[in-house]
């Protein structure tokens, strides 16, 4: 599995130490991600949580723009994860070499952006306001995962850029608002049937469980047990000594 550590300039990120505001501060960051297992960064300036204050792009922007130089010089990846065209163009720009694409890849002008720059673009799953939302659990979330994805990489296709695409489940999401033990099963169910997104015959992309529970190490042993190409961590030397444990 290739790691992307996570470096947060936004102030509302509940992982305290994955803040970083200054160029030092990121590198110090990333180079503390790096020796713990990592293999690239990915970097974000707008908390995606239930409880993140929403900026305008041009804080948003502010927040990263002088990290991105900064992170891109230790010769790793570096994903620019982010909802906003405006702040991806600018990101690859400036260094970034992967889309983390927050808001799914569902404008044209994140199409746009992502036709502009031959890079890698991650495609989560967002619920959103889906009507279906409520109903994952008990029913086949991953067979709403695929709906989704299947009119996305409709999208990717128009601009030939069905190649680059990665797929992640968007766990790292949510649905939003939902208690914990809703999250778990949710998440329990997805992480252990990830093998029907390989449908699409594109690598598979995860926000780990980083957590400190006995329900975030279940999810997290069940879905290194799957083996998908590319994952999101805060603590990457967890994620490997979850991998040695189960054989991989």
Excluded at 187 to 211: C, H, M, T
Aim: net charge negative; aromatic share 8%.
């Amino acid at each position: 599995m290739i790691i992307y550590g996570v470096v947060n300039s936004s102030p509302d990120s509940l992982a305290l130490d994955s803040i970083a505001t200054t160029p030092d501060e990121a590198v110090a960051r990333a180079q503390q991600l790096l020796a713990d297992g990592a293999d690239a960064i990915d970097l974000g300036g707008q908390g995606s949580t239930d409880f993140a204050d929403v900026v305008d792009w041009t804080e948003e922007w502010e927040r990263v723009e002088h990290l991105i130089p900064a992170l891109a010089g230790l010769g790793v990846d570096v994903s620019i994860d982010s909802w906003r065209p405006e702040v991806v163009r600018r990101a690859l720009d400036a260094g970034a070499t992967v889309i983390n694409a927050a808001d799914g890849m569902q404008t044209d002008e994140m199409w746009q952006v992502a036709s502009d720059f031959a890079v890698p673009i991650v495609v989560p799953f967002l619920s959103g306001p889906n009507p279906r939302a409520m109903d994952l659990v008990s029913a086949n979330p991953v067979q709403v995962m695929i709906e989704f994805f299947e009119a996305r990489l409709a999208d990717a296709d128009r601009h030939g850029l069905r190649s680059r695409c990665i797929i992640d489940p968007g766990t790292g999401f949510a649905p939003p608002n939902w208690p914990w033990e809703q999250r778990f099963e949710y998440q329990k169910i997805v992480y252990s049937n990830l093998d029907e997104l390989r449908r699409f015959g594109l690598p598979i992309y995860i926000a780990l469980p980083w957590k400190e529970t006995a329900q975030h190490d279940e999810l997290l042993d069940i879905v290194v047990r799957q083996r998908p190409e590319y994952g999101r961590a805060h603590y990457p030397a967890k994620i490997r000594r979850f991998q040695a444990a189960a054989g991989i």
